[in-house]
């Protein structure tokens, strides 16, 4: 399900092109074989880890807890860690919570909007269903 429901556009109007849904439908692939074999119930870490190992299995490019800084005018406030930027263009962030809270939203969407990066996704793998724990946000 997509945060943005104006379509699958980027910052700049542009649809997201076929290279981007082929780069998060292998992301979600490599989750959803990560949530088929261990299931619901383990905490955050350890589906990373897992995740890890599946990123390299299917040769999907990552990065591990991406260090971003935070500016305000100019100025450096802060900084933030995305759990993955996958392609140099994809931010996945990883929960295993009872329900995603309005606040993780809000967390992955300002990780998009300090970085620019057009798409996250967020994954929640505290489900009995995988699909029912995505969710697809889009910088507009």
Known sequence: METNRRGAENAEGRELGEDMNRLTGEVIGAAIEVH?????GFLEEVYKEAL???FFRCGIP????KGVIVNYKGHEVGKGRLDFLVANCLIVE???VQNLAPIHEAQVLSYLKMTNYPLALLINFN???LKDGIKR????
């Open 36 to 40: 088929r074999v261990l299931g619901p």
């Open 127 to 129: 489900v009995p269903l």
């Open 137 to 140: 946000i889009i910088l507009s």
């Open 52 to 54: 890890i190992i599946e």
């Open 94 to 96: 990883l929960k295993a």
């Open 62 to 65: 990552h990065v591990v807890e």
